[in-house]
């Protein structure tokens, strides 16, 4: 007979189910090894429902305390904004200017941001339906890259440090890093934000590329970069987690 040492343990499910009222709603499992307790969070940012768990924790003791959550989780999922998809239409912010998509034709070409047949700011695109949403979103990352290039050639030049390069990516936890060798990583989404806001994260990172803390001496050459920061993190409190809703 074989050792109990060697029976093989059931992985945890990836994600639980949870009802309430006829609807159900899909929890994400996390065993986190220094929890102490159980939590539950949603996301505004995303609508995802995530339930942490202590390492030892039984998966039946999570789904039960999960189920005895089920209104504050729809209640809380009632609030999360609904998503825009990048689809003929939809209205999307470009530099903090709402654009409406516009497949405008089936002939591939170039997709740019101009004015509609009103004079209303549109987001042209060309080429098949099918790939409306991956031209635009990559549209945007072109213009995000561009944007944070300008930004951070503008502040290096202020700080006289430069930033050894600059990518974008669509993080979720955070809108900007700085690494310790002076690579600079900034969310594309921020290109839907107004221009202030863009400014604001590069001057923020660039500040890092001289203290990679965010101790006093930090937040002082983060304004003197950037006179608009109390402005610009306003900003994001209010508004910045609908732009992971958008796309």
């Not at 929890?35 to 940012?45: C, D, E, F, H, P």
């Not at 003929?88 to 516009?102: E, Q, S």
């Not at 690494?179 to 001057?203: C, E, K, Q």
Request: glycine residues 6%; positive net charge; aromatic residues 8%.
């Amino acid at each position: 007979m074989k050792s109990a040492l060697f029976r093989r343990v059931p992985a945890d499910p990836p994600h639980l189910k949870v009802f309430h009222e006829g609807q159900s709603f899909k929890v994400a499992l996390k065993r986190r090894p220094t929890a102490k307790r159980i939590t539950l969070r949603v996301s505004n940012a995303t609508g995802e429902v995530v339930l942490s768990i202590p390492e030892r924790t039984d998966v039946g003791l999570a789904q039960k305390f999960a189920d005895s959550h089920s209104q504050w989780i729809a209640t809380r999922l009632a609030k999360v904004p609904e998503r825009v998809p990048f689809e003929p239409g939809a209205l999307v912010p470009l530099r903090g200017v709402p654009h409406r998509i516009v497949h405008w034709s089936t002939v591939r070409g170039v997709t740019q941001a101009t004015k509609g047949g009103a004079g209303e700011p549109i987001i042209a695109v060309a080429g098949e339906a099918v790939h409306v949403a991956r031209r635009v979103r990559d549209f945007l990352e072109a213009e995000a890259r561009r944007d944070f290039t300008a930004a951070v050639k503008k502040h290096t030049a202020q700080l006289g440090q430069p930033a050894k390069r600059i990518t974008v990516r669509d993080t979720k936890s955070r809108w900007g890093s700085c690494s310790a060798n002076g690579a600079l990583s900034f969310s594309w989404r921020l290109i839907m934000a107004p221009p202030f806001v863009l400014d604001y994260l590069a001057a923020h990172e660039v500040a890092h590329l001289r203290e990679l803390n965010h101790s006093n001496r930090f937040w002082k050459l983060t304004y003197q970069l950037c006179p608009h920061t109390d402005e610009a993190e306003a900003w994001l409190k209010t508004y910045g987690s609908a732009l992971h809703r958008i796309g």
